[in-house]
């Protein structure tokens, strides 16, 4: 996993970040070419696609979102974030797997304060933390029942509504080939610290009901990349 992670930075790196040139105002678009939970499930992009009947097999749309970004003061930004995810795990179904993710669909809002450095002329390094707020559902399967006549398994799903709050970690590179147009690639890990629907988390978590231990999963780790367009 170090490795991997040691990877991606280096990949981070040579791909691009936000906004930084004289320019004051930054409005991009962005998607996340991968997406890690530490719950074992697919990393988006990586080693896994979605539906072949969808364009683009599952690719880059799972993850899309809205970013915009304000100077304040010398090496000093706020940035504002919309990010969409969604996505199901096809796997689990046909191996009959249990106490596992099946569904996840988020909206989460981001605020993020930045410092930014400059390498180059057209290229600087970002990093910063900031507050999230998570919307959506995630929905896990927790048993199965057989139909012998019709040789089928029906899947028993427990969804659980989310209004979570976190805290996340974020660096990036950003290269700015023109005054008005910027790449830009980062790192981005949160982590959950509050939890809606308590019931749900106790219900799965018990014992004597399902004794998914591992759940909740409050980290969402991501490497994004985009354009931006500087004004």
């Known amino acids: 996993m170090i490795r991997f992670l040691f990877s991606i930075l280096v ?3 040579i791909t691009p970040s936000t906004i930084f040139c004289q320019s004051k105002n930054s409005f991009g678009i962005q998607t996340g070419l991968f997406h890690s939970f530490f719950d074992k499930s697919p990393l988006l992009n990586f080693n896994y696609q979605n539906s072949e009947y969808k364009p683009f097999n599952g690719l880059f749309y799972n993850s899309v979102g809205l970013h915009y970004k304000r100077e304040i003061k010398l090496q000093t930004a706020i940035s504002i974030e919309y990010m969409y995810y969604y996505e199901e795990y096809l796997n689990v179904h046909p ?7 099946f569904k996840r669909g988020y909206n989460t809002f981001n605020v993020t304060y930045e410092r930014i450095h400059s390498l180059k002329s057209k290229l600087s390094y970002s990093y ?15 048993n199965y029942g057989y139909f012998p006549v019709l040789n089928f398994y029906e899947s ?16 990036g590179i950003d290269y700015s080939p023109t005054k008005w147009l910027t790449f830009f690639s980062k790192l981005d890990i949160i982590s959950f610290l509050y939890l809606n629907d308590k019931e749900t988390i106790k219900k799965l978590r018990d014992s004597n009901g399902y ?20 004004f």
């Open 11 to 13: 990949l981070g790196a």
């Open 95 to 101: 191996n009959l797997l249990k106490n596992v993710m």
């Open 128 to 142: 910063g933390g900031g507050l999230n707020y998570r919307i959506g559902s995630e929905s896990v399967v927790l």
């Open 156 to 171: 028993l799903l427990e969804t659980r509504i989310l209004k979570d709050i976190g805290i996340n970690l974020r660096s």
């Open 211 to 230: 004794n998914y231990k591992s759940y909740p999963h409050r980290f969402d780790l991501s490497w994004r990349f985009g354009i931006g367009f500087n």
